[in-house]
Structure formats: structure tokens, C-alpha cells
């Protein structure tokens, strides 16, 4: 046993082993079985190796010495098959006609023209080239330097990082393996010792790490344990084949290394490959969890949507005949009557007013809010909004104002009549009903400087604590002290109205100096025209 030989009997090993578990994680795949292939003629050309430099006689060395040949011969062009499927390069009969030109030289190694026959050299049977030897180590550049065009060609080509990596690595890992195989040709050629031929087994080592880590993990996983267990066997091998008393112990105490180091190593490889898996796994059930979560949030928004409009209907028809028995429509009422048809209209309002709220939520959190945009005039809508609450104001007994700044200003803006009017409802609405007794003011004046219509709601109530104001536009935000003033509220009013001006490109705030100080709502509009 000699260093050749033990590392001849490793690359045979894992060679095919890796080959193999490459070939499991998916039979059909061209790519894995070409080079399950090449991996076979690895095996082989190891085996003849390994058979050469163990041989004991020359004649049984030029035994081995065919294999190791004619599976050599064969090794560029079925790489080069492997190298096309991986890049996706169609070239049939440039492959064919490569297999052709290969089995030609497989037959013509048997002749003298190839070896002479085999001679010792570096302690074991070497090669004795013919005299048209030089034409094989020709023919197995000019394949690798085919093979590496076409790496380059699809590496230049492709955009996706992740197949350069791979292409990258596999490139790196092929020119140590050929690069060390080639240094097999040395002595025939230069009379120089093999020394490349160890870079064969590191080839494998970058293979697995290059294709794997990319691809295959449980395949990395199978090629460290095989690649262990197969040092560990040589290593045996070698204690069982030791004469001497001191160089048995030399062995033993190697082999306690090699396996020391195999066990880490499968050990190292394995946790690293199961750690993967399992983030893997988490996170594709994250992704699964996400996605069901997102599919029934929008299967509840579909659902309060449709709830909330089949609501409406019987809502309307509620107010309609209230309203109308209310103006006497229906004939005469006792005051009891009329008190408690006033509350069913005043309940049904605010029932419509709720599920309203409900249905515009609903449609922002499907994005199906529409906007009807037009050219509006803003003091007329709100002084149109004012005379509809009207009723309204007068029953809250506060000193209720409007004024608009008069200097001739147009005052169109671009926005959806319905909607605007719907919030400055719902603000004006809001300051009557978080201010028990005194006034709200609205205005409406131009700001110069900013070169916007601001509208300004400003209120004696309850006002609003500083912590609350950040939190005020947000779904569901009511502050303690509205449950006091008024229950009724959901504390959606204000989120549907700054998602509607922001869907103008306005802007909306809130100030106030604390609880009981009153407060203020501040909407910026942009004008329709320059002022
Ligand atoms: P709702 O009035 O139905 O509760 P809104 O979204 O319209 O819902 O208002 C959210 C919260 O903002 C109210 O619960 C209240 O705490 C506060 N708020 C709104 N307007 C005023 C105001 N004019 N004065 C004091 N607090 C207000």
C-alpha cells in the first residue's frame, strides 16, 4: 500500500457514492444521471489505478493499466455531455461524433502505438508511452478547454445568481480534478513525478461542497459519511497490512485520527444539515400560516362587507317611515307616539351611521374604496353639509358658527362630493358631540404660504389628552373620556376620514390642549387651479 493506492481506493469509493446519491435525489434529472456517469468512470479509472500501483508484476499492472485507459479516454467526453445538460447547450452531434472519436481511441490504446508495455518507476508499475501516445493527452485538453468555452458562454449569458454560483463552483471543483488528473500524464511526457493526482480526491470534497450546498442537502450529508467511511476503510486496511511491530502501532494510532476526525466531520455535516432543514421548514410553514391568515382576513372583510350592505336596506326603509310618521305623514300622533318614533329614528341614524363605518373599512381593507372625483366648489359644500345638520345643531343648543374668508377666493378643489361631505359631516358631527355646552367654530380661510384651503373645526368640549392625540386617527381609537360623553361611538369615524383625504391628497390633524380644553380638526385641501 502506498499513498497512490490508498487515495486511488478513496476516490473510488466516494466517487460512485456521491455519483449515487446525487442519481437518488432525482432519477429523472439528465443533468444527475450524466454524472452519475462521469462518476462511475471515476470509479473505474481509480480502480485501474489503484490495481496498477498495487500490481505486484507488470503483467497484471498493464491489466489494470486498460481500464484505467480506457475509462480515462472516456471521462472528457462524457463530462462534456454532463457540462451541455447542465448548460443547456443542444449539441447531439458534436456528442455523438465525440463518443465515436473516444471508442476509437479506447481501441487504439490496446496497441503499441499507445503503451509499450509498463515499467517501475516512483516504487510502483508506470506507464511506457508509444510513440503516438502524445495524441491522447491532446485529445483531453482540447475537451476540457471545449467544456470550460461552454461554462464561460453560460455564465456570462445567465442572470440568476444562484445557477452562476453553482456554475462557479462546479468550474472550480472540475479544474483542480482535471487539473490534478492531468499530472498523470507527467511522467510520460516529462519524466515527472504524478504529484496532481491527490488534487483528484480534493475535486470530490469541492464537488459536493459546490453542487450540494446549492442543491442537494441530504446528498451532502450521504457524500461526507461516505467519504469518512471510506478513509476509515483504507485506513484499516493499511493496520492490517502493517509488518513491522512499530509501524502497527504508527497505523493504530492514525487510525484513532481518521476515525476521530470522520465521526466530526459526519457529525459537523450533519447538524448543519438538519439545522437547514428545519429553518426550511419553518419558514415554508410561516409562509403557509401568512398566507391562510391573509386569505381569511379578506374572507372576513368580504364578509363584513356583504353583511353590513344587506344591513342597510332595512336601515333605510326604518328611517324613511320614522322620518315620515314623525312629519305626520301618517296622520295624527300622541305625544308618547311621536317621543318614541323620534328615538327609532334617532337609533336607526345612528345604526346607519355604524354601518357605514363598517362598509367603508371594509372596502379600505380590500382596496375597493372608488372615487368619484369632480370639481367642487368647498364653501358651498360646506355650508350645503351645515344646512343638512342643521336640525342637529339647533337640538345641541351650542353656539354653532361659519366664516369663510372673503376676499373673492375661488374655492374649487378636485375631490368626490359624497365622500368630503361625509367627513366634514362626521368632524362637525364630533365636536357637537364631545362638547357638552358651549360652541364649535368652523372656518374656512387660505393658506398663502402653503398655497392651501384650510378647513378648521375648533371646539369648547372635552378635548383630547396628549397621549391620545398620535393614536386618534387609528382603527377603533377612542379616548377615555368620549365613553363618558357619548357611548355610541365605534372610533372608526376619524380612520375613514383620513383615509378619504389622504385619497385627496390632503392632509388632516387634530390639536387640543388637554382634557377639557377643547379641541381642534384641521383639514388641508389643495386648490383646483393656481390662486
Ligand atoms: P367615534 O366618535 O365613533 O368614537 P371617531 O373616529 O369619530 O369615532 O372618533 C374617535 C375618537 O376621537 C373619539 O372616540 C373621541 O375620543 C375622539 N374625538 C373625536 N372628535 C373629538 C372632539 N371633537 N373632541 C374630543 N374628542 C374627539
Same mark, same amino acid.
Given at each position: 500500500?502506498?499513498?497512490?493506492?490508498i +487515495?486511488?481506493?478513496?476516490?473510488?469509493?466516494?466517487?460512485?457514492?456521491?455519483?449515487?446519491? =446525487?442519481?437518488?435525489?432525482?432519477?429523472?434529472?439528465?443533468?444527475?444521471?450524466?454524472?452519475?456517469?462521469?462518476? #462511475?468512470?471515476?470509479?473505474?479509472?481509480?480502480?485501474?489505478?489503484?490495481?496498477?500501483?498495487?500490481?505486484?508484476?507488470?503483467?497484471?499492472?498493464?491489466?489494470?493499466?486498460?481500464?484505467l485507459?480506457?475509462?480515462?479516454?472516456?471521462?472528457?467526453?462524457?463530462?462534456?455531455?454532463?457540462?451541455?445538460?447542465?448548460?443547456?447547450?443542444?449539441?447531439?452531434?458534436?456528442?455523438?461524433?465525440?463518443?465515436?472519436?473516444?471508442?476509437?481511441?479506447?481501441?487504439?490504446s490496446?496497441?503499441?502505438?499507445?503503451? +509499450?508495455?509498463?515499467?517501475?518507476? /516512483?516504487?510502483? /508499475?508506470?506507464?511506457?508511452?508509444?510513440?503516438?501516445?502524445?495524441?491522447?493527452?491532446?485529445f483531453? =485538453?482540447?475537451?476540457?478547454?471545449?467544456?470550460? =468555452?461552454?461554462?464561460?458562454?453560460?455564465?456570462?449569458?445567465?442572470?440568476?445568481?444562484?445557477?452562476?454560483?453553482?456554475?462557479? @463552483?462546479?468550474?472550480?471543483? &472540475?479544474?483542480?480534478?482535471?487539473?490534478?488528473?492531468?499530472?498523470?500524464?507527467?511522467?510520460?511526457?516529462?519524466?515527472?513525478y504524478?504529484?496532481?493526482? /491527490?488534487?483528484?480526491?480534493?475535486?470530490?470534497?469541492?464537488?459536493?461542497?459546490?453542487?450540494? %450546498?446549492?442543491?442537494?442537502?441530504?446528498? %451532502?450529508?450521504?457524500?461526507?459519511?461516505?467519504?469518512?467511511?471510506?478513509?476509515?476503510l483504507?485506513?484499516?486496511? *493499511?493496520?492490517?497490512?502493517?509488518?513491522?511491530?512499530?509501524?502497527?502501532?504508527?497505523?493504530?494510532?492514525?487510525?484513532?485520527?481518521?476515525?476521530?476526525?470522520?465521526?466530526?466531520?459526519?457529525?459537523?455535516?450533519?447538524?448543519?444539515?438538519?439545522?437547514?432543514?428545519k429553518?426550511?421548514?419553518?419558514?415554508?410553514?410561516?409562509?403557509?400560516?401568512?398566507?391562510?391568515?391573509t386569505?381569511?382576513?379578506?374572507?372576513? &372583510?368580504?364578509?363584513?362587507?356583504?353583511?353590513?350592505?344587506?344591513?342597510?336596506?332595512?336601515?333605510?326603509?326604518?328611517?324613511?317611515?320614522?322620518?315620515?310618521?314623525?312629519?305626520?305623514?301618517?296622520g295624527?300622533?300622541? %305625544?308618547?307616539?311621536?317621543?318614541?318614533?323620534?328615538?327609532?329614528?334617532?337609533?336607526?341614524?345612528?345604526?346607519?351611521?355604524?354601518?357605514?363605518?363598517?362598509?367603508?373599512?371594509?372596502?379600505?381593507?380590500?382596496?375597493?374604496?372608488? /372615487?368619484?372625483?369632480?370639481?367642487?366648489?368647498?364653501?358651498?359644500?360646506?355650508?350645503?353639509?351645515? #344646512?343638512?345638520?342643521?336640525? *342637529?345643531?339647533?337640538?345641541?343648543?351650542?353656539?354653532?358658527?361659519?366664516?369663510?374668508?372673503?376676499?373673492g377666493?375661488?374655492?374649487?378643489?378636485?375631490?368626490?362630493?359624497?365622500k368630503?361631505?361625509?367627513?366634514?359631516?362626521?368632524l362637525?358631527?364630533?365636536s357637537?358631540?364631545?362638547?357638552?355646552?358651549?360652541?364649535?367654530? =368652523?372656518?374656512?380661510?387660505?393658506?398663502r404660504?402653503?398655497?392651501?384651503?384650510?378647513?378648521?373645526?375648533?371646539?369648547?368640549?372635552?378635548?383630547?389628552?396628549?397621549?391620545?392625540?398620535?393614536?386618534?386617527?387609528?382603527?377603533?381609537?377612542?379616548?377615555?373620556?368620549? @365613553?363618558?360623553? @357619548?357611548?355610541?361611538?365605534?372610533g372608526?369615524?376619524?380612520?375613514?376620514? %383620513?383615509?378619504?383625504?389622504?385619497?385627496? @391628497?390632503?392632509?388632516?390633524?387634530?390639536?387640543?390642549?388637554?382634557?377639557g380644553?377643547?379641541?381642534?380638526?384641521?383639514?388641508?385641501?389643495?386648490p383646483?387651479?393656481?390662486?
Open positions: 500500500m502506498n499513498l497512490f493506492s +487515495t486511488s481506493l478513496i476516490i473510488f469509493l466516494s466517487s460512485i457514492g456521491f455519483g449515487l446519491s =446525487v442519481y437518488a435525489t432525482d432519477r429523472k434529472s439528465k443533468t444527475n444521471r450524466r454524472w452519475l456517469a462521469f462518476s #462511475a468512470l471515476i470509479s473505474l479509472w481509480s480502480l485501474g489505478l489503484f490495481g496498477v500501483t498495487s500490481a505486484s508484476d507488470a503483467l497484471s499492472a498493464l491489466r489494470w493499466q486498460y481500464l485507459d480506457v475509462s480515462a479516454i472516456f471521462m472528457p467526453v462524457v463530462y462534456f455531455g454532463f457540462v451541455s445538460e447542465l448548460v443547456k447547450v443542444k449539441n447531439f452531434y458534436w456528442r455523438a461524433g465525440s463518443y465515436v472519436l473516444a471508442a476509437i481511441l479506447a481501441v487504439f490496446f496497441t503499441p502505438y499507445f503503451k +509499450t508495455g509498463m515499467i517501475s518507476r /516512483y516504487s510502483f /508499475y508506470w506507464i511506457e508511452p508509444g510513440s503516438l501516445y502524445i495524441v491522447f493527452p491532446i483531453f =485538453v482540447a475537451y476540457i478547454i471545449a467544456c470550460l =468555452v461552454l461554462y464561460i458562454r453560460a455564465y456570462v449569458k445567465s442572470t440568476d445568481r444562484m445557477f452562476r454560483a453553482q456554475i462557479r @463552483n462546479i468550474f472550480l471543483a &472540475s479544474l483542480i480534478g482535471f487539473g490534478g488528473g492531468i499530472t498523470n500524464f507527467l511522467p510520460q511526457i516529462i519524466n515527472a504524478p504529484f496532481g493526482n /491527490y488534487f483528484v480526491l480534493l475535486y470530490l470534497f469541492f464537488m459536493s461542497y459546490g453542487v450540494l %450546498k446549492y442543491k442537494l442537502l441530504s446528498a %451532502k450529508m450521504i457524500s461526507a459519511q461516505l467519504f469518512a467511511g471510506a478513509t476509515v483504507v485506513f484499516l486496511f *493499511n493496520l492490517l497490512q502493517a509488518g513491522t511491530m512499530q509501524a502497527r502501532a504508527i497505523d493504530f494510532l492514525l487510525l484513532i485520527l481518521v476515525v476521530l476526525f470522520s465521526v466530526l466531520l459526519v457529525r459537523g455535516v450533519y447538524k448543519e444539515v438538519s439545522q437547514r432543514e429553518i426550511q421548514k419553518l419558514a415554508t410553514d410561516l409562509q403557509k400560516a401568512n398566507d391562510r391568515l386569505e381569511l382576513d379578506r374572507e372576513k &372583510s368580504e364578509f363584513v362587507s356583504f353583511a353590513t350592505h344587506q344591513l342597510r336596506s332595512p336601515l333605510t326603509a326604518m328611517k324613511g317611515y320614522a322620518s315620515m310618521i314623525l312629519d305626520g305623514d301618517m295624527e300622533m300622541s %305625544k308618547d307616539v311621536k317621543q318614541g318614533v323620534s328615538r327609532i329614528y334617532d337609533s336607526s341614524n345612528t345604526l346607519m351611521n355604524i354601518v357605514n363605518d363598517y362598509l367603508n373599512i371594509t372596502r379600505i381593507e380590500l382596496g375597493s374604496m372608488k /372615487y368619484a372625483f369632480e370639481t367642487i366648489d368647498l364653501k358651498t359644500l360646506i355650508e350645503d353639509t351645515i #344646512a343638512e345638520l342643521k336640525p *342637529n345643531i339647533e337640538k345641541s343648543g351650542l353656539a354653532f358658527s361659519f366664516k369663510a374668508e372673503d376676499r377666493i375661488d374655492w374649487r378643489v378636485t375631490a368626490d362630493r359624497d368630503l361631505k361625509q367627513v366634514i359631516a362626521n362637525i358631527d364630533n357637537m358631540k364631545y362638547t357638552p355646552s358651549g360652541s364649535v367654530a =368652523v372656518t374656512l380661510c387660505f393658506d404660504a402653503d398655497h392651501k384651503f384650510v378647513v378648521t373645526l375648533k371646539d369648547t368640549g372635552i378635548g383630547i389628552a396628549r397621549e391620545v392625540l398620535p393614536h386618534l386617527f387609528q382603527k377603533w381609537s377612542r379616548a377615555g373620556n368620549a @365613553n363618558k360623553t @357619548n357611548i355610541k361611538g365605534t372608526l369615524g376619524l380612520f375613514v376620514a %383620513k383615509e378619504m383625504i389622504n385619497a385627496h @391628497n390632503g392632509t388632516i390633524r387634530a390639536e387640543s390642549d388637554g382634557e380644553k377643547g379641541s381642534t380638526f384641521i383639514v388641508e385641501l389643495e383646483f387651479g393656481k390662486i
